[in-house]
């Protein structure tokens, strides 16, 4: 019995020691002010860069809507702009809908950072820590129950303070290491700026309207252009949809599997 209550009491004694080095650890980590600029950085960065790629589609989805209509050709023959560009232009309409789905995201989680990093979100943390420690370095028999619920209070402020942090930084890990060698945005962005410009030109002035051959090379560029363009949008909709929502709801769920651990723990304290 003497042997069973001195593991008892040695393991009790590690307890509090995790908990107390545990929680200098997230006091350090939540004011550390790097992680903070790192995570807004990368945040603000995909924002705009999401941004970017919604105007470059929205622009290019304008001029497929000014020349679609539009009828040339040398006398005698009739082409049809629309017939070749009216597949990529219903492809560009649906992913401005995951565009506008991904700012929208990416918004969400800009003010959530904001939240977190606020300095009264950083005082209610490290009091809760505080009274944490105190709660496990005292027994108060009589409240085990309000200890049970402080506890998961407190569980719960760290999962929201570095939940959306360290989602930023694993995404752009994820993206740097293993998704852009696939799916580059910026090489797709420019593919599509390409694109536009090249059939903002088509209707010049200054080309020949009397040689067939011309209308056919160029529509025969257009096809050619309209489908690496789709190509580099399908990309951009895999990439899209993969960093602002598949990858934040599975981090996020992996996340609070983790907490859901803790918390359970604390049913038995």
Known sequence: MKKLSLKSKIKEHWLKSLVFLLSLVIIYF???AKLNTEANSRINSSFK??????????ALNGVISLVQGTQVGPPGVTISIG?????????????????LASLTSLGIQKILMNIVVFKGFEILLICSLMISNILVFFKFIKYQQSKIFFFKFTILLIFLRFSIPFMAMANEYVYLNFV????????????????????SKFD?????????DYYKNKMQ???VSALETS???????IVFVFQTMLFPILF???????????LKSFHNP
Do not use: C
Not at 49 to 58: E, I, R
Not at 85 to 92: G, K, R, S
Not at 185 to 195: F, L, N, T
């Open 221 to 223: 560029e257009f096809k």
């Open 49 to 58: 860069q999401a941004l970017g790629v919604f105007a470059t589609v929205k």
């Open 30 to 32: 939540a004011t550390f």
């Open 204 to 212: 010049d002035k200054k080309a020949s309207y009397f040689s067939t």
């Open 83 to 99: 017939e070749i560009l009216d597949p990529i232009n219903d492809l560009v309409e649906r992913f401005s809908w995951i565009m």
């Open 252 to 262: 996020l769920w992996f996340l609070y599997r983790v907490f859901t651990v803790f």
């Open 231 to 237: 190509d580099h949008i399908v990309d951009l909709i």
């Open 180 to 199: 852009k060698q696939d799916y580059n945005i910026e090489k797709s962005q420019r593919v599509i700026v390409s694109a536009k410009n090249d059939i």
